[in-house]
């Protein structure tokens, strides 16, 4: 029996209704390999009833047909997607470690290296401009130190994250709630397909699965589960985030989370953690000390674009944080007009970035 | 005993002459109206029986038939009463027939003899000051009518004052204007940008949209004032000309809007519809067509307060007049063209609680998920988005208090540099048929917003780092040829470009 005669079993016994990983870890340790539970007598099955639930052993049984076997056997040849299974050198390491590993993952793009180091950036959907900022400027910082970037492909923080890991041209997994064969949310479909090409997609739900909201819970744990930490950016007091939180101090991974405006909502759910003892993260350094990676000192300060007198005043004016069109006229004494087009300029470069409203701030790298 | 008098209709904004013959024989004492009079045109035998007999003269109890010729144009209103009234008095040898002075009679009587204004009378006049050289009209309609060049006007307060002029028992006087406009005027204005304290940045973009008449659509929070900035700019529009005047007064006039006075408008409109309005009240309709607000804001500014609060269709059916300057609407009745050169201002808030993207000491949280601020946004079509050249974000109250520097300029300081900017772009484009930068087509663009390497360098750039759709290319390149014309500048240099660039807000893909 090849590899893909086993995979088939194991795809069969998961894609059954009402086996999740949980039972499908009893079974497994019950039987040994989603084979035996194939072969295995009917009454056998029955006995298991008090534990499984009698509708399920029912389903396990009214499930073993051949016809069924064989789409699996087709899907498998798919070449839209492949089929990680726990026994698999494929399937993430930090993801085996924890109590209800997901027995099958569907997965896209690259592979993720055997040994690795992951951290995965969480946050709200409903983020600020410095939340998506941030979410950029660790996922950018983090991927160029060879840490892989989890998060979960949906809007603001995550989309976030993963677009500052591409940048830096370094590994990320997004993770879904539905299936492999669904772009959720539609607006990122742009970033669903550079993933697929620079990064890795997965998700334990069968193709076809509709991105329910009891799917969201269940896929943050493997989110938390894959990484060494998890790093919240920005959190509502009742945010999903905080779930995967959860889920890493269950597994024991460490919990990083970014300070924020204490009067703004978002910013409530991280100042909790941080009271509560997650670390306090102002920089990347803070959080690959804890790999064992030395703190560098601080580049210096100086930009590499060359700025004429004028940008340089905004841009100085800029060092104390965010500014309004009409702050900055009254701070640099420029009228509108020569402001405006000193604004596109440093735009350009790459120094400023515009938030709605004309608010105006100087990028983390900048 | 038959007699013939002169008056004038109208339909739309254009007037035509009106024939009125009155015939009147032996018989049943019968009074009839032929040539398809409506209600109010079928009324005035009550009124032209009573204005008569209280004016000291006779009616005649014989049978009367008054035939309006055209008789297959449908009439209506009350401007025909007087030339019923002369054509009976004639009839009935109660006063002569001048063959010198045969004028239109434009006027409605009041049942005391008295003669009532009428509306319409400056589009009548205009379209029949060819055919005709006099006219006999109310005294409140006369300085309307003085706008007329060449026309002979002669006003009388009541039916008895009139005849006896006609008499020779008092002499007849045309009447002179006191005070007629041949260049423009410069108008004055309740609301002036000197009051408003800070935006700068939102004044500046006005100054600009004026300078090249460009359509702005402005984001902002609640209370942030758009609507209070929108109802400034008609102050700093370039001067209104003779001809743009008698434009407007036209319309107006039409409408029915005239208000005494002057009998001109000296103001270019703003006109701002409530977002619940119907179609045909927003572009011009009914049985007989009249003018609608985008009509009635020819030459001046259609305010759209709140614009993803308009129903779809209603917005959509602007599109046409936008381009053309001018509607046409058929009815069964015929079709009238309406001139509709309008500036189109729109104010929208950022999201549908209206606080995304404010900040401040005493900023309100924005409650919309992302996808409900998409939602809000995309009530605009891109095509529509496409008309605004100018995108300004007006910032909430909080930071209206911090600016230290505001100039607070006049209108006046505003309007003179945006005359000057007008002027250049009517010199540049004499062999265009266009007058200003937001008229030029694409081609055009090509011809006259000519762009260096390094301005060129500069939109790459900018297209690429700043995310801006496509469409916002010529747009820029439009508003930039505005802020060099408000320079003197000839050349579109770079920094025109950068300013120009920061003027595409609702093309940047920050909104989520």
């Given at each position: 029996m090849?590899?893909c005669?086993?995979?088939?079993?194991?795809?069969?016994?998961?894609?059954?209704?009402?086996?999740?990983?949980?039972?499908?870890?009893?079974?497994?340790?019950?039987?040994?390999?989603?084979?035996?539970?194939?072969d295995?007598?009917?009454?056998?099955?029955?006995?298991?009833?008090?534990v499984l639930?009698?509708?399920?052993?029912?389903?396990?049984?009214?499930?073993?047909?051949?016809?069924?076997?064989?789409?699996?056997?087709?899907?498998?040849?798919?070449?839209?997607?492949?089929?990680?299974?726990?026994?698999?050198?494929?399937?993430?390491?930090?993801?085996?470690?924890?109590y209800?590993?997901?027995?099958?993952?569907?997965?896209?793009?690259?592979?993720?290296?055997?040994?690795?180091?992951?951290i995965?950036?969480?946050?709200?959907?409903?983020s600020?401009?410095?939340?998506?900022?941030?979410?950029?400027?660790?996922?950018y910082?983090?991927?160029?130190?060879?840490?892989?970037?989890?998060s979960?492909?949906?809007?603001?923080?995550?989309?976030?994250?993963?677009?500052?890991?591409?940048?830096?041209g370094?590994?990320?997994?997004?993770v879904?709630?539905?299936?492999?064969d669904?772009?959720?949310p539609p607006?990122?479909?742009?970033?669903?397909?550079?993933?697929?090409?620079?990064?890795?997609?997965?998700?334990?739900?069968?193709?076809?699965?509709?991105?329910?909201?009891?799917?969201?819970?269940?896929?943050?744990?493997?989110?938390?589960?894959?990484?060494?930490?998890?790093?919240?950016?920005?959190?509502?007091?009742?945010?999903?985030?905080l779930?995967?939180?959860?889920?890493a101090?269950?597994?024991?991974?460490?919990?990083?989370?970014?300070?924020?405006?204490?009067?703004?909502?978002?910013?409530?759910?991280?100042?909790?953690?941080?009271?509560?003892?997650?670390?306090l993260?102002?920089?990347?350094?803070?959080?690959?000390e804890?790999?064992g990676?030395?703190?560098?000192?601080g580049?210096?300060?100086?930009?590499?674009?060359?700025?004429?007198?004028?940008?340089?005043?905004?841009?100085?004016?800029?060092?104390?944080?965010e500014?309004?069109?009409?702050?900055?006229?009254?701070?640099?004494?420029?009228?509108?007009?020569?402001?405006?087009?000193?604004?596109?300029?440093?735009?350009?470069?790459?120094?400023?970035?515009?938030?709605?409203?004309?608010?105006?701030?100087k990028?983390?790298?900048? | 005993m038959?007699?013939?008098?002169?008056?004038?209709?109208?339909?739309?904004?254009?007037?035509y002459?009106?024939?009125?013959?009155?015939?009147?024989?032996?018989?049943?004492?019968?009074?009839?109206?032929?040539g398809?009079?409506?209600?109010?045109?079928?009324?005035?035998?009550?009124?032209?029986?009573?204005?008569?007999?209280?004016?000291?003269?006779?009616?005649?109890?014989?049978?009367?038939?008054?035939?309006?010729?055209?008789?297959?144009?449908?009439?209506?209103?009350?401007?025909?009463?007087?030339?019923?009234?002369?054509?009976?008095?004639?009839?009935?040898?109660?006063?002569?027939?001048?063959?010198?002075?045969?004028?239109?009679?434009?006027?409605e009587?009041?049942?005391?003899?008295?003669?009532?204004?009428?509306?319409?009378?400056?589009?009548?006049?205009?379209?029949?000051?060819?055919?005709h050289?006099?006219?006999?009209?109310?005294?409140?309609?006369?300085?309307?009518?003085?706008?007329?060049?060449?026309?002979?006007?002669?006003?009388?307060?009541?039916?008895?004052?009139?005849?006896?002029?006609?008499?020779?028992?008092?002499?007849?006087?045309?009447?002179?204007?006191?005070?007629?406009?041949?260049?423009?005027?410069e108008?004055?204005?309740?609301?002036d940008?000197?009051?408003?304290?800070g935006?700068?940045?939102?004044?500046?973009?006005?100054?600009?949209?004026?300078?090249?008449?460009?359509?702005?659509?402005?984001?902002?929070?609640?209370?942030?004032?758009?609507?209070?900035?929108?109802?400034?700019?008609?102050?700093?529009?370039?001067?209104?000309?003779?001809?743009?005047?008698?434009?407007?007064?036209?319309?107006?006039?039409?409408?029915?809007?005239?208000?005494?006075?002057?009998?001109?408008i000296?103001?270019?409109?703003?006109m701002?519809?409530?977002?619940?309005?119907?179609?045909?009240?927003?572009?011009?309709?009914?049985?007989?067509?009249?003018?609608?607000?985008?009509?009635?804001?020819?030459?001046?500014?259609?305010?759209?307060d709140?614009?993803?609060?308009?129903?779809?269709?209603?917005l959509?059916?602007?599109?046409?007049?936008?381009?053309?300057?001018?509607?046409?609407?058929?009815?069964?009745?015929?079709?009238?063209?309406?001139?509709?050169?309008?500036?189109?201002?729109g104010?929208?808030?950022?999201?549908?609680?209206?606080?995304?993207?404010?900040?401040?000491?005493?900023?309100q949280?924005?409650?919309?998920?992302p996808?409900?601020?998409?939602?809000?946004?995309?009530?605009?079509?891109?095509?529509?988005?496409?008309?605004?050249?100018?995108?300004?974000?007006?910032?909430?109250?909080?930071f209206?208090?911090?600016?230290?520097?505001?100039?607070?300029?006049s209108?006046?300081?505003?309007r003179?540099?945006?005359?000057?900017?007008?002027?250049?772009?009517?010199?540049?484009?004499?062999?265009?048929?266009?007058y200003?930068?937001?008229?030029?087509?694409?081609?055009?663009?090509?011809?006259?917003?000519?762009?260096?390497?390094?301005?060129?360098?500069?939109m790459?750039?900018?297209?690429?780092?700043?995310?801006?759709?496509?469409?916002?290319?010529?747009?820029?390149?439009?508003?930039?040829?505005?802020?060099?014309?408000?320079?003197?500048?000839?050349?579109?240099?770079?920094?025109?470009?950068?300013?120009?660039?920061?003027?595409?807000?609702?093309?940047?893909?920050?909104?989520?």
């Open positions: 090849d590899n005669d086993k995979k088939v079993y194991w795809v069969w016994l998961s894609q059954i209704p009402g086996i999740g990983a949980k039972r499908f870890h009893l079974l497994l340790e019950r039987f040994g390999d989603p084979i035996k539970v194939w295995a007598a009917s009454e056998e099955l029955f006995s298991l009833s008090p639930g009698k509708n399920v052993v029912s389903d396990i049984i009214n499930q073993r047909q051949d016809k069924i076997l064989d789409k699996i056997y087709e899907s498998l040849r798919s070449s839209q997607y492949r089929i990680i299974t726990l026994l698999d050198q494929e399937y993430p390491y930090l993801l085996s470690q924890i209800d590993p997901p027995p099958i993952l569907y997965c896209k793009g690259r592979r993720v290296q055997d040994n690795y180091f992951g995965s950036i969480v946050g709200s959907r409903r600020t401009g410095y939340g998506r900022q941030m979410a950029e400027r660790f996922g910082e983090l991927a160029k130190a060879g840490i892989i970037v989890v979960g492909l949906a809007r603001g923080i995550d989309a976030m994250a993963h677009f500052g890991a591409l940048r830096a370094g590994a990320t997994v997004g879904l709630g539905c299936g492999i669904r772009v959720y607006e990122n479909k742009k970033l669903f397909k550079i993933m697929e090409e620079e990064g890795t997609i997965l998700t334990e739900y069968p193709p076809g699965t509709s991105p329910l909201a009891g799917n969201f819970p269940a896929r943050n744990r493997i989110i938390s589960g894959m990484t060494n930490g998890t790093m919240v950016i920005e959190a509502g007091l009742k945010s999903g985030s779930i995967t939180v959860d889920f101090l269950e597994q024991g991974r460490e919990v990083y989370a970014l300070p924020g405006n204490i009067s703004i909502d978002q910013s409530a759910g991280t100042n909790k953690l941080l009271k509560e003892g997650a670390k993260v102002t920089d990347v350094w803070d959080v690959l804890d790999f990676i030395e703190r560098q000192k580049q210096d300060n100086a930009i590499s674009v060359q700025l004429d007198f004028f940008e340089t005043q905004v841009y100085n004016a800029l060092q104390e944080g500014r309004h069109i009409e702050e900055l006229s009254k701070d640099t004494k420029m009228d509108i007009q020569k402001l405006n087009s000193v604004l596109t300029m440093l735009e350009v470069k790459g120094i400023v970035k515009q938030m709605p409203g004309k608010i105006f701030i990028t983390w790298d900048a | 038959l007699a013939k008098v002169k008056s004038a209709g109208i339909f739309g904004i254009d007037g002459t009106v024939d009125v013959e009155v015939d009147i024989t032996n018989g049943l004492p019968v009074f009839d109206i032929v398809l009079p409506d209600l109010s045109v079928r009324e005035s035998k009550e009124r032209v029986r009573a204005a008569i007999k209280n004016s000291g003269f006779e009616f005649p109890v014989k049978r009367i038939t008054v035939n309006l010729a055209p008789a297959d144009t449908k009439k209506e209103g009350p401007a025909f009463d007087l030339a019923i009234a002369m054509g009976i008095l004639a009839a009935t040898d109660q006063i002569q027939i001048d063959k010198d002075f045969d004028p239109l009679y434009l006027g009587l009041s049942l005391d003899g008295t003669l009532r204004p009428i509306n319409g009378v400056l589009p009548m006049l205009l379209s029949v000051r060819e055919l050289k006099k006219v006999v009209l109310p005294k409140s309609n006369a300085m309307e009518a003085s706008n007329v060049s060449g026309m002979d006007i002669y006003s009388f307060e009541t039916l008895r004052e009139l005849v006896s002029c006609l008499k020779g028992e008092s002499c007849l006087v045309s009447f002179k204007s006191a005070n007629i406009f041949d260049m423009g005027f108008a004055t204005f309740a609301d940008f000197s009051e408003v304290k935006q700068e940045s939102v004044k500046r973009a006005l100054e600009i949209a004026a300078a090249g008449g460009h359509n702005v659509i402005m984001i902002g929070p609640p209370g942030s004032g758009k609507t209070m900035l929108a109802r400034r700019l008609p102050s700093i529009l370039p001067d209104l000309t003779y001809n743009e005047a008698l434009e407007i007064t036209r319309i107006y006039s039409a409408a029915g809007l005239l208000k005494g006075g002057d009998g001109i000296k103001q270019r409109p703003f701002s519809p409530h977002h619940t309005i119907s179609g045909s009240a927003l572009v011009g309709g009914g049985r007989i067509p009249v003018p609608g607000q985008i009509s009635l804001a020819h030459h001046g500014v259609l305010f759209l709140e614009l993803p609060e308009f129903r779809k269709d209603i959509e059916v602007l599109r046409q007049p936008l381009e053309d300057g001018e509607i046409t609407i058929s009815r069964a009745q015929g079709s009238a063209t309406f001139p509709s050169k309008f500036m189109l201002v104010s929208m808030n950022p999201c549908s609680c209206g606080h995304f993207g404010e900040t401040g000491e005493n900023a949280e924005c409650t919309c998920t996808m409900q601020i998409k939602r809000y946004l995309s009530k605009i079509s891109g095509p529509l988005l496409d008309r605004f050249d100018i995108h300004v974000e007006v910032p909430s109250l909080s209206k208090k911090i600016t230290g520097n505001e100039k607070n300029e209108s006046k300081e505003i003179n540099r945006v005359n000057r900017a007008r002027e250049k772009q009517v010199m540049r484009y004499t062999k265009e048929n266009i200003y930068n937001a008229q030029l087509g694409s081609r055009q663009i090509r011809k006259f917003c000519p762009i260096d390497s390094a301005g060129k360098d500069l790459g750039k900018a297209f690429a780092s700043l995310k801006l759709s496509a469409r916002a290319y010529d747009r820029i390149l439009k508003v930039s040829r505005t802020i060099a014309d408000l320079e003197g500048s000839t050349n579109i240099e770079t920094y025109h470009l950068a300013e120009a660039i920061q003027y595409r807000s609702m093309d940047r893909q920050y909104w989520i």
